[in-house]
T-cell receptor, first 111, second 114 residues
Framework: KQEVTQIPAALSVPEGENLVLNCSFT??????LQWFRQDPGKGLTSLLL?????REQTSGRLNASLDKSSGRSTLYIAASQPGDSATYLC??????????FGKGTTLSVSS | ETGVTQSPTHLIKTRGQQVTLRCSSQ?????VSWYQQALGQGPQFIFQ???????GRGNFPPRFSGLQFPNYSSELNVNALELDDSALYLC?????????????FGPGTRLTVL
């Protein structure tokens, strides 16, 4: 059974810092890995999708990497801003199901 | 292009009642997946509909059921509501079955069971 773990559960940083969020998964037989952002009480916004054959994806200040063999992904956020404060969720896509999510990392960026 | 919409936004029910939640998929998407997100947890997969057929189900009891219509919109029905059913219910639309493509989420329906 696939399990997705995100570390840390919460993170507080001052504005301008670069930071890394971690995601690990137990079964490497995945189609893809997706990073989402969720604001309190709201739906999910897709940030980056990495297919299983890819190593990384970039969008603006965000860079996500995938190491399928070790069951790990990282989301790198450069020059963090208060507007980046949210919960970040990673999810893996597998055969026969939709997405399997971690519990998320709640990020707080102070000005 | 219209994104994924869900209705209602909030809902309060009492234990034992039944509820229907609705989702309209993004234009051009033929797959809808439903998730339950309890407070402080990640979303849990309930089931997926592809071209009006159920195409995968998570670890949820049969009192959670669904439908997909010819226009690819979808309903989630929950019978005999329990207190633990209180959660944010999210739907996501995508193209193609399974988890091969990017999923686009709606804003969710907040269900409270008293």
């Amino acid at each position: 059974k696939q399990e997705v773990t995100q570390i840390p559960a919460a993170l507080s940083v001052p504005e301008g810092e670069n930071l890394v969020l971690n995601c690990s998964f137990t079964d490497s037989a995945i189609y893809n890995l997706q990073w989402f952002r969720q604001d309190p009480g709201k739906g999910l916004t897709s940030l980056l999708l990495i297919q299983s054959s890819q190593r990384e994806q970039t969008s603006g200040r965000l860079n996500a990497s995938l190491d399928k063999s070790s069951g790990r992904s990282t989301l790198y956020i450069a020059a963090s801003q208060p507007g980046d404060s949210a919960t970040y969720l990673c999810a893996v896509g597998q055969a026969g199901t939709a997405l399997i999510f971690g519990k998320g990392t709640t990020l707080s960026v102070s000005s | 292009e219209t994104g994924v919409t869900q209705s209602p936004t909030h809902l309060i029910k009492t234990r034992g009642q039944q509820v229907t939640l609705r989702c309209s998929s993004q234009s051009g998407h033929n797959t809808v997946s439903w998730y339950q997100q309890a407070l402080g947890q990640g979303p849990q997969f309930i089931f997926q509909y592809y071209r009006e057929e159920e195409n995968g189900r998570g670890n949820f009891p049969p009192r959670f059921s669904g439908l997909q219509f010819p226009n690819y919109s979808s309903e989630l029905n929950v019978n005999a509501l329990e207190l633990d059913d209180s959660a944010l219910y999210l739907c996501a639309s995508s193209i193609g079955q399974g988890a091969g493509g990017s999923q686009y989420f709606g804003p969710g329906t907040r269900l409270t069971v008293l």
